[in-house]
């Protein structure tokens, strides 16, 4: 009824759009500096890359610096609850499955309060693309503990160092089921671009962790800490069919950190695959609504 | 019984595990296939094995509100039952059990104890499950029905375990029915027959069902008792009707990813019980501050906390009144029984879609899991359907939309994702017209202000649109009763049983809750010789809402809150008593233990 797919192509080859087309009605207000930057503009250039249109696309995100994402990118968006992007998320999806979801938040949102919903995600299946800006701090509060906060680290929450073993995001998704399990550096643009390509023509949950400096509050995970670290998983020999190599490579924490795609496995059907509702009829979103005569008819014998 | 129409009260008790439930629905098949009006409530406990179970039917020529006030024939499926019920038993009444392991005790005068050798009649059947057949035998004959009729049920209910199974079964009954004829008196009015077969169903199945009449699409929940009933009938008719059934993590995630979906333009809808709509909370404002039509239900249970999941309770009004922070306009309606709930959603859906807001309906487990009949032609499956200022096409010229556009109404025409034209950002932020956030850094007063008054102005209309309360019964009466939500039926009969005792009573029934009819309320209510207040919980919470929006005081009331619905005959005690003086706060006690 709205999506006219043939009327959609042929504008896709006339209007060529640039990644200026992806900026929201407001300029972000992060931080200077702010790793969040390199996150938004990548996902633009995919966009772009993936010959999407704002109108086809619906952000969803929670609350936090990273969670103001939204409003920076032109798109439809859902700027919803402090974690609960991904239910948000997973509800418009199931209901207008043309979309292309993507979901952005930060580490407390998604991995601390949110960590129910990112478990069920993951084994659910469905096809959204989930970007954590992960800065290891929860940003938007000024600077408390979170979930993938080093243990020992100092935050106003924990002025004598944190007692608490960090989450691994990446394992954690690849134990809970998901198909596609990345971590991008938003220092590599270009390298987070690919990742955010692959993982929306990913069908299926994908997870894309990013390290995403907090340059105000985090004074441990820095750019500077990061640079010497940071390496290429592709230079590696690395198999992203095999879930154990992808945790263990995940796992690799100290003078080497790996980013790029741990693990991915293409042919699982997805929810909507598997919803037998969506089989035919379109997005339930724009279906007929009410009873036919013969459902009301089959209703009315089962209580007779 | 009562003289001028047929009522009659079955009742069954015993464990969970002895298998009430399969006499249970044979008796009231076979009742409103015969065109009779049932009422079923069931007591039971939070557990699979053991506990106490007492189910009781009432089935009356005439429409039946209420399970009543006493039991006419009680089965006992265990020594339990026999030793909990007999005390209540009055002449006239039978109880039917199995002489081989129950033994009776006292009874009154009058009460024919109906023991039946169940070993014997059964050739030694060892099935346990072989006395709750044998009582449906003794039924028939007690009933005065032909023993036909529970043939053919017996017969389609056992068939898929084979023709060994029914023919044991039928045995059984017949033997059963047969020793009856020849020892114990039937019932001197033989049950009747109605104008027209019935349907039957449960207060969850309604809302259930009343949900897809009205379009719901997508439907989330986390199993809670007393509203599971829903999820259940909408799992089973989901591929049917093509509704996307979720069940979710938790209930945050259920409210939150209805949202999502109802942010779609879908119909979306959950349920739960108290304690799920506590985690629902956030939510509610969520919907409240994007815009987001959406219909949530409580089936409210004893709470606080998890409370007596298997007893009910009106409860969580102010839960209801409160839920999230801020202040932002929601729908909140109590309806009465099984088929005004049936009628409530998709009543309901319209309003939320034409106000872009949350609505909620309150239920409780009286409604819920009570069980009744409905005439067929009062079930409208293909209800009026108003969706609103709802966008569905690409836009066709460049205008720039703003979707919270402050219009006159405060009413904003609502597009939805995916559509060419519209693009924009839905908030839990505060925002201004065109979705951009205007907290954190870029707060503005002016604007601030501006958009909750738009919110706020949303429903000044919707009065239009919602029945006003009306007095039933006679204009003018010593005293006026004032119930909302599932008191209807109990208060409805009270005012037939007091007419008896010649007093005049009437009855208002309050449906919506918020918007609160304030003018006709206080209009009815200081024209009344005297008010009583009836709810089903300890402090009052209609009675303090009401005074807090109509400033009347009212300081006679009924309440009951031991996890037990009322009784009409409590009901009744409690309006003669204040009535004589003796008490300004009467609460029955339920002398049945269940
Ligand atoms: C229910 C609830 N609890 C707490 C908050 C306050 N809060 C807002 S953002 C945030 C943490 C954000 O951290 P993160 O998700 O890592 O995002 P960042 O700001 O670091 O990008 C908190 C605790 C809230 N908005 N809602
Ligand atoms: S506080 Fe940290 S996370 Fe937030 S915008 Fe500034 S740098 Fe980014
Ligand atoms: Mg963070």
Redesign the interface.
Known sequence: ????TAVQEAERTVTKLKAKDFN???DP?WCPGCGDFGVLSSLQKACVDLEL????I?T?SG?GCSS?F??FF????????HG?AL??????????H??TVIVTGGDGDGYGIGG??F??LARRNVDLTYIVMNNQIYGLTVGQTSPTSEFGMKTKSTPFGSLETPLNPITAAIMNGATFVARGYSADPKGLTDLLCQAIQHKGFSLVDVFSPCVTFNKDNTYDWFKPRVKKLEDEEHDFHDWKAACEQALVWGEKIYYGKFFQVEKKPTLNDL????NE?G?????E???AKE??K???ED?? | MNSDKYDFVISIGGAAGQGIAAPGDVLAWIF??RGLHLYTYNAYQSIIRGGHIFLTFRVSTEKVYNHGDKTDLLICLNQDTMDRHLKHMEPGSWVIYNSDTIKPGEAQDGVELCGIPVKELSDNNRNKLVQNTGALGVCMHILGLDFGILEDILTKQFIRKGQTVVDENIGVARAACDYAVANFTPCSEAIPEGEK?????SGN?ALA?GG????V??Y?AYPMSPATGVLHWMAK????????V?Q???E???A?????????????MCATSGGGFALMT??VG?AGM?EIPVVMINVQRAGPSTGVPTKTEQGDLWQMLGASQGDFPRIIVAPKDALDAFNTVPELFNLVDRYQCPGIIISDLLISEGRSS?D?DD?N???N?D?GELI???STNGDEYLRYKNTESGISPRA??????????????EQDE????IS??FTNPVKRRMMVEKRGRKMQDIFEHVAAPEIEGPKEADVTLVGWGSTYGVIHEAVEQLKTEGITANHLPIKWIVPFHVKEIMEILSNCKKVIMVENNYSGQFYRYMRSETGLNVDTHIRKYDGEPFMPHQVTNGVKEILDGETEVFVPEHKIMV
């Open positions: 009824m709205v999506t006219d929201g009605k407001v207000d249109h704002p109108h086809e619906l969803v609350i103001n939204p409003g032109n798109s439809y968006g859902m700027h919803t609850l609960r239910p948000f998320a997973t509800g418009a999806k199931l209901a207008n043309e979309l129910n919903h478990t069920h919803e037998p509702v969506l009829g997005p339930i979103c724009f279906r609504l009410g009873l459902q009301a089959k209703l009315l209580m007779m | 409103v296939r077969p019935q349907a039957w169903w199945e069902m897809a009449c009205a379009g699409k997508f989330a008719y989901a591929r049917d009707l093509g509704i996307m979720r979710v993590e938790d945050i995630g259920v939150t990813m209805a949202i999502g979906a109802a942010a779609t333009g879908t119909r979306a956030e939510a969520s994007m409905v067929p079930i499956f293909h209800p359907i969706l569905t096409k690409h939805v994702p995916g559509l060419k034209g519209y693009v924009h950002v839905m908030a839990t932020d065109d979705g951009v956030l954190d850094e």
